[in-house]
């Protein structure tokens, strides 16, 4: 007993010390220094804190204060709360090299149920996670949990979805030929092309669900022309592509691509040509008047510069305007925009204006005896002139550019295609190197007998 009582004394007696040194000793300097701001203290006021009894009932009245304030806090901290983690992300467990899983939820919500300090925890730690564990579960359809670990044994929680219905596929393999494709093409100068473009690449190895490697078509390297980086014209560049499947109706199908990226090489070329605009009208002008002259953009600008790939630009020879002077009577002037022949990426010029200029003096020329040929005659057959194999061309102009044409100058011809083997009433065209002059056979249709060869 002696032995416990020395004990308690000497817990009681530390516990005193401890009490004077958190709230005694302060509390005696802070009323003093306070006193010591009054000129002249009470002798009653002295009187008062000179008791000891006091200043105890001053440090109780404070000690219990700070109790009720620290145990406020703590049932705070300990009331039972609610936490919702949103769009969480899942971790599936299972054998990547073999199987494909399909089915898996993009995400959950989870909502945390336990006292504010067990969430606190809960929330910081980063060892929590969202699991679904595939691991022992053979090719087939599959309801499994959706898990939540978590390291607070004072945390209920609950997650949606919780169970998740899941598909395990066999993966399967397939080598695709690659092919590569240009992005955003629209971004890139118009009097540029792209005149060489290879992958590094030839063929890439496909992998997943058996149904789905069987609905890739054709896999692409794709080259987004807005992310090229500098280059100079005729100069290789390479550039990393990103590899995608299709389907037959391009539509893009999920599957692994090995590798999933390639490099392209790539040329980026100009050429370009400086072509004639002509003018072509279409119809007569009033009977008794010709066209003298087509005035292009006067005659400042006659011919265009066109962009596109060399092997396109060498069959064009011209840059058609067409007009319609149908019963044309008077001098008039034509705003046209310009038609970008096939394969011409860019043309410098895209509208010129026409002034057609008419004239009264006027001949009517007929040329005798010339031959006809024809075009689109298929190449297994032959064909002969029923009636006739030549005709007269009447020509109607201004006079100074009538008498300058010759036979040389006018092309008659029948237009074969599609037709086979018998006889057949074929229109003649006839078509001259001067737009100005007027055009028409002596004879419209012949007799053509086509035979195989």
Known sequence: MKKIKTIFKKIGLFFSKLIDKIFVVPISKLILKINEKFDKPSKKFENWLSRSNTLLFISLLIAIFTFIIIDQKILTFSESSAEVLNIQNINVLYDEDNYVVEGIPDNVDITLIGSKADLYVAKQSPTNEVVIDLWGLKPGTHKV????????NGIKYNINPSVATVVIYE????????????????????????????????????KGAS???????????????????????????????????????????????????????????????????????????????????????????????????SNSLSNIEYIPVYIDVEGLSEDTQFKVDLEKPNGVKYMDTNSAIIDVKLSNDISNVELQDIAISQINLGSNYGVTPVDQDSVSVKLKGVSDIVKNITASDIKVYVDLKGLGVGIHDVDIIVTGNDPRVEYLSSTLKIKVQIYEK
């Open 145 to 152: 949990d959706i898990q939540y670990n978590q390291l607070s």
């Open 171 to 206: 993966k399967v393999l397939a080598t695709k030929p690659l092919s590569v494709d240009l992005l955003n093409q629209d971004a890139l100068d118009q009097r540029y092309f792209v005149e060489e473009m290879k992958s590094t690449t030839d063929t890439v190895v496909i």
């Open 211 to 309: 149904y789905k490697v069987e609905q890739v078509a054709t896999v692409k390297a794709l080259v987004d022309v807005k992310n090229l980086p500098n280059f100079e014209l005729g100069e290789k560049i390479t550039v990393s592509s990103t590899l995608r499947a299709y389907d037959k109706y391009g539509n893009v199908v999920d599957v692994e691509i090995s590798p999933a990226n390639t490099d392209v090489e790539l040329k980026i070329s100009s050429s370009s040509k400086v072509v004639p605009i002509q003018v072509v009208p279409s119809g007569k002008v009033i009977y008794n008047k010709g066209i003298s002259n087509f005035i292009i953009n006067n005659n400042e600008k006659t011919t265009v510069t066109i962009y596109g790939e």
